[in-house]
């Protein structure tokens, strides 16, 4: 498969959640899609070091550094939609006050990984493996707090 097609193919799989309708966010659902953005991000970020270390073309590079900061945007916006007050649970509420500056510091981590890569590509290689797994921690997090809230929540209506 050609690396542009392998790229146009990548740029079928992002979760386009920003343009969604805006309806009342609802904090499970928030955090999944954050979830798998995060873990979207993981492999992007893991094919950019890839990039780096076997010196792709530029097109290609621009094309997953482009994804990549569309990814990133896109993870933002799910911590701003998840900061808007919802009627959430106090669970969801704990799991909410806990990720979003974890969402943010790692998207900041990740727009400095790619800005890096854009400088220098080959002394980039370690800084993209420890990012990815920044954002493997980050998708395993979501994953923790989700099912966290959705326990206590069922717990906390078994106890009323």
Known sequence: MRNGAFIALLAVVPVSLAAQPRQPPQVARLLNDAK???????SDIATLGFFAISERGSATNAAMFNLSTERIK???ALADQLEAPPNDSPAEK??????IPVMKEF????ETAIARAKQSPPA??????LCSD??????SVISAWVDYAKTKGELDQLTR
């Open 36 to 42: 798998s953005v995060a873990s979207l991000l993981k």
């Open 134 to 139: 920044l954002a493997e921690e980050l998708s």
């Open 94 to 99: 704990a799991a909410v006050d806990r990720l």
């Open 74 to 76: 896109t993870l933002r």
């Open 124 to 129: 980039t290689e370690q800084y993209f493996k």
């Open 107 to 110: 998207a900041s981590s990740a």
